[in-house]
């Protein structure tokens, strides 16, 4: 039987000073970010969580749909308000990319999960023995001089045992991760979830994203492998500290500043 959020319990858990402080639960949603987008032009408050059982129009990176079944996942939207110029924005999806893969790896572990480290697929994916488990998508809304109002969303299979035929050979869940199939709790780990984002996202802001690469080269898909990411393919050496994919090509070391990317055999 799927175990539901137990909103009484999430409180008790939660250890975040803003994201989740002020939540709102829907049953069935369009989509998270879009209600996300209108609390926030409503004066939504830094760190109000907007969470979803179900989503009928779940939306991916590249307009790609976000399939959001009811009673195993999480779909997550977090508004903050960030003082933080649009040019140095999008890394943000990068330190909350690593906030996700650490959640993954907490709640795998407090699981007795200790063979699987989870990876950032750059620049929004989030991968558990090369399958996508999660995925990132951060919006923006914006003012004049600094950025007034983010939209991160997530959406994390925690508990899904079975995804549509286009998707089986590269997606997973934490429960598919673990050799037992247990059901994980979803309360904890949204719980898990806040906690993280909220650490990364204030280190973001404190410090830029030079200071979430070491960690999140240290689990980086595909590196040291040959990827393509738009024109460009060569070996994947890294991530800079603007937070662009450092491809070794031919013509000498190249930026990639836009996803996707892809393994090039
Ligand atoms: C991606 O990997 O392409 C990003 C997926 C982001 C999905 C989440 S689920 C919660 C929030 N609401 C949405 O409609 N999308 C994001």
Known sequence: MAVGLDLTRLNRLLTTSRIGR????????ASTNDDARRALAEGASAGHTIVADAQ???????????????GTDLYVSIIDRLQVALPDLPPLTLAVGLAVAETADELLRAAHTTEITSQVKWP???????RKCAGVLVETSVGHAATEGVIIGIGLNVNRE????????????????????LELDRTQALATLLKRVEARVDQ????GAAAIVPEL?????????????NQDSGVLRGVGPSGALLL???QGLRSCFVGPIELDN
């Open 162 to 181: 079975q995804f549509p035929p286009e998707l089986t050979a590269t997606a997973t869940s934490l429960r598919l991760a673990r050799s037992t199939h």
């Open 248 to 250: 070794e090509t031919p």
């Open 22 to 29: 002020s939540l709102q639960y829907l049953d069935e949603t």
């Open 124 to 130: 929004n994916d989030v991968l558990l023995a090369g």
């Open 56 to 70: 009928t129009a779940g939306r991916g990176s590249r307009g790609r749909v976000w399939a959001s079944p009811a």
């Open 217 to 229: 080269e240290a689990r980086l898909a595909y590196l040291g492998q040959r990827v393509r990411c």
């Open 204 to 207: 973001f802001v404190a410090h």
